[in-house]
């Protein structure tokens, strides 16, 4: 897949959290649930989403006609106090002080209604825009079409272009310009008597033609000004938002990286048992260190066949329970004979000094290393893997086996012969079925890819490793982790409260990979699939545009309850 060879075996992960419940609870609350933590950059139980940029324009539009709606009143207010020292003809006086009393009205009726947001609609600034230019057409008629009164129209059109309803501004526009017209061309014509303070007398025919196309010219280009204008703004502050969503996702990644980065710094070098014989294998440099051992490279002393030898550390081999958890992982990974499982070669006896087990070494890279290179993958590549990871957990599921820390740094492409195979790595903190926990009391797995319950620290089943690889899935898919946070309990309460930022707004992906994902993280397990194999039919189906009726209505429900975020 175009990535440099590396070689990895199975190992615990020091990003792996088993942290006692009762230290989670001072985040938690008493119950141990993580309910109780206020939510991050909102006031409800939920993150709130940011604010789209036609939002953004929408509360600017709210604010610009609050404070014109406050001006126009002030201004009839003042022109009724000028009528009344200025000549003029009376009766056209009196329309346009009623007009204006219609105006400073209803203009006054929208402002109270804009006391709160809820209260703007575009119906209401349109019948007030109404209202507006019959007003002003009055004014015009009074001091006459010729006059600067007609300035007015300009003014008004500018303020209503930018409106977001492309039909309704554009009807205050075509209303203005075919009024305008009409009057003028009447009075032109003689048909209707010029009854305005300044009048056309002197103006030829030619003048006044002249004059009627200028100012259907002002305000046409006034309305197309108006209009670019707002789609400029526009594209400018969706500019701005990618941006800052491509600073996010970047910080994201660089985050990601880091934990990455201080795994890797754990191996490699000479180790505690280099050189040693364990078994039938001779130990080389380190390949791996975590909290409970390390993992060797090694060649067995007669045939130099390679494999991959992890050991406990020395400190470990105190504590009772971690040997047994080790013990545990070499019986369970044994008894997992299935290619897309890492192979277990041998088991130290009951009787050895260490507790050791000899696994196939592995060539190719891990899952992080490979994303932490192309940053996500494309779409037949992931389904190839979920379909060989699928069958793998299908199988320990079967077996009664529970992984619990499903992550990219745990499933490995290795290259066997000539084909490329995704096996699962590391069940140091696997489950069986029936068998009580060693982690009493504890919160296991990875917080980026921990299933609610996990992060409650409610009992996990495989319902439980489905979420985690719809994380994955989701995290492959986007290039973008599901959820991330400056520290474990803002991350865990993410996975307990929030979904993730919906796939489709963050990649160029099929609509009903939505859906999918939405079942596949949903955050009560009898909402997710029945198994890894149903969800990569799901995806399959998706992938072409075929998805069931039935999982679109679930999926659905699914979103109703726990709607995406937005990016």
Request: glycine content about 8%; charged content about 20%; overall charge neutral.
């Amino acid at each position: 897949m175009g990535t440099e060879p590396a070689t990895r075996p199975g190992t615990d992960e020091p990003a792996t959290v088993a942290e006692p419940a009762a230290s989670q609870r001072k985040a938690t609350g008493s119950s141990g649930r993580l309910t109780d933590l206020p939510s991050i950059g909102s006031t409800g139980s939920r993150i709130t989403s940011v604010v789209t940029p036609r939002e953004t324009l929408h509360i600017q539009e709210i604010e610009r006609t609050r404070f014109f709606t406050s001006m126009v009143v002030a201004f009839a207010a003042l022109v009724i106090a000028t009528l009344a020292v200025i000549g003029g003809d009376p009766q056209a006086k009196r329309v346009f002080i009623l007009s204006l009393l219609g105006i400073a009205g209803s203009c006054g009726w929208l402002r109270w209604q804009l006391r709160n947001d809820e209260g703007y609609t575009i119906a209401r600034a349109t019948a007030v825009a109404y209202v507006t230019i019959v007003g002003a057409f009055t004014g015009i008629w009074f001091f006459g079409v010729y006059s600067p009164a007609t300035m007015i129209l300009p003014f008004g059109i500018a303020f209503f272009s930018v409106g977001q309803s492309g039909r309704a501004v554009s009807a205050v526009y075509l209303t203005c310009a075919v009024l305008h017209l009409g009057l003028t061309t009447l009075v032109a014509t003689g048909v209707m008597q010029d009854r305005g303070m300044i009048r056309t007398d002197g103006l030829t025919h030619v003048d006044q033609v002249v004059f009627i196309v200028l100012m259907q010219a002002v305000l046409f280009f006034t309305f197309a000004m108006q209009r670019k204008a707002r789609t400029a703004t526009l594209e400018a502050i969706e500019q701005h938002d990618r941006v800052v969503r491509s600073l996010a996702h970047r910080d994201a990644l660089l985050q990601e990286a880091r934990q990455d980065l201080a795994q890797a710094m754990q191996a490699g070098g000479i180790g505690r048992w280099t050189e040693e014989v364990v078994g039938s294998y001779r130990l080389g440099r380190v390949l791996g260190r975590g909290a409970m051992g390390e993992v060797y490279e090694a060649g067995h002393v007669q045939t130099g066949a390679p494999a991959a030898v992890k050991l406990l550390h020395p400190h470990a081999l105190a504590q009772s329970d971690i040997v047994q958890r080790f013990v545990r992982e070499a019986r369970i990974v044994a008894a997992l004979s299935v290619p897309n499982v890492v192979r277990v070669i041998d088991v130290s006896p009951p009787d050895a000094r260490v507790p050791y087990l000899i696994m196939e070494r592995l060539v190719g890279c891990d899952l992080a290393d490979y994303l932490r290179e192309n940053k996500r993958m494309g779409l037949r590549h992931v389904l190839q893997m979920l379909r060989q990871v699928g069958a793998g957990l299908d199988a320990a599921w079967a077996a009664g086996v529970v992984h619990r820390d499903l992550k990219p740094r745990n499933l490995f492409l290795a290259r066997v012969g000539v084909q490329e195979v995704w096996k699962i790595l590391d069940f140091g903190v696997a489950r069986l079925s029936g068998e009580e926990t060693l982690t009493v009391d504890q919160i296991v797995g990875t917080p980026n890819y921990m299933s609610p319950e996990q992060a409650n620290g409610e009992p996990v089943t495989a319902k439980s490793d489905l979420f985690a690889v719809g994380i994955i899935a989701y995290r492959t898919l986007t290039g973008r982790p599901a959820f991330e946070g400056e520290t474990t309990a803002e991350i865990l309460y993410k996975v307990v409260h929030t979904m993730p930022p919906r796939p489709t707004a963050v990649a160029p992906l099929p609509p009903e990979m939505d859906l999918v994902l939405a079942i596949a993280l949903a955050k009560r397990p009898e909402d997710r699939f029945e198994s890894a194999s149903e969800l990569v039919s799901a995806l399959e189906a998706a992938a072409r545009g075929r998805l069931d009726a039935a999982l679109q209505r679930r999926a659905e429900s699914v979103l109703r309850a726990s709607p995406w975020t937005e990016p």
